[in-house]
């Protein structure tokens, strides 16, 4: 990979937020965004942006954010963090998609037809890449919500493509998408891609489609210890025993009630939409002996 100096900013190489895009929107969107005659210039302003965006991030008022975006825009139409700051204080779901549009393509012409061939695999990992993938991911969301799903599911597997170390924890959003879709083929590849995970979404996930794979039995059985072992707080919210809070947590640790709530949330489609799921997981769990000084599950 050909080395790249990191632009200047805050960002540590752990900091979090993609699909091959359609051709007819990215040309439309570049038209608007026009040419780069002066590509020295045009990284010096983009840089300026940046660095404004970087002081929007840290404003706690919602207006004085926007200003600051479109303050950033002035001085580089390029800038992709700046769309993806007024796409997250849009009003309309309609509004946000077409600003996480523009980012997208002020991301990819920032960055240029050769990261896309030289740097794939090592996105994220570069500091210039991230603009582009927080637009993308923005997207992915959105058109998520919007009835898009096919689309979606395309941005997070080409996300997983340009970042296979997968910084954002893209592949937890798209193992819930395929399960919800019910393409469980492509959610058993994805679980032996990342088979070393040992979150719990990896875990109960996995046990939901070995249920839906071989109905009740021994290799399901197997699989539900083994989400049990992961994080036993799961079965309080998936079940129902407990209402998910209004808010998802901030911070999420592995085996921990906030890591069940997170899961839950993006999974509980999934589970419902998997007939008898949840009854075989309720049944199943009750049918385990009890541990000592615990509640069997």
């Not at 632009?7 to 752990?14: D, F, Q, T, Y």
């Not at 492509?186 to 046990?207: E, F, H, N, P, V």
């Not at 109905?215 to 129902?240: I, M």
Request: charged content about 30%; glycine content about 10%.
């Amino acid at each position: 990979m050909p080395s790249k100096k990191p632009r200047k900013g805050k960002e540590s190489a752990s900091s979090a937020a993609v699909l091959t895009f359609d051709p007819r929107t990215m040309e439309s969107l570049l038209a608007q965004i026009g040419g780069r005659e002066d590509e020295d210039e045009d990284d010096d302003d983009l840089d300026a942006a940046q660095q404004i965006i970087y002081d929007a991030w840290d404003m706690r008022d919602r207006r004085d954010r926007v200003a600051l975006a479109k303050e950033a825009l002035a001085v580089s139409p390029l800038c992709a963090d700046a769309y993806v700051l007024l796409a997250e204080n849009a009003t309309t779901a309609e509004q946000a998609m077409a600003l996480y549009r523009q980012g997208l393509a002020a991301g990819e012409q920032a960055l240029g037809a050769a990261a896309f061939e030289d740097d794939v695999g090592h996105f994220w990992g570069l500091l210039e890449t991230r603009p582009y993938m927080r637009a993308r991911h923005g997207l992915a969301l959105v058109s998520w919500r919007m009835g898009e799903r096919d689309e979606a599911v395309l941005h997070y597997q080409d996300m997983l493509r340009l970042n296979p170390g997968d910084n954002q924890g893209i592949r937890y959003l798209l193992l819930d998408a395929l399960l919800e879709l019910g393409r469980d083929g492509d959610a058993g590849k994805l679980i032996k891609r990342y088979k070393d995970d040992g979150a719990a979404a990896w875990a109960w996930s996995g046990a939901l489609l070995s249920f839906r794979t071989d109905g009740d039995g021994a290799p399901s059985r197997r699989a539900l210890a083994r989400a049990v072992k992961a994080n036993a707080h799961v079965p309080t919210y998936l079940l129902g025993k407990k209402k998910l809070p209004r808010t998802l947590p901030a911070f999420i640790g592995l085996g921990d009630k906030n890591e069940a709530v997170a899961y839950v949330h993006g999974a509980a489609a999934a589970w419902a939409r998997a007939a008898g799921a949840l009854a075989w997981a309720r049944k199943a769990l009750a049918d385990r002996p009890a541990r000592p000084g615990g509640s069997g599950g």
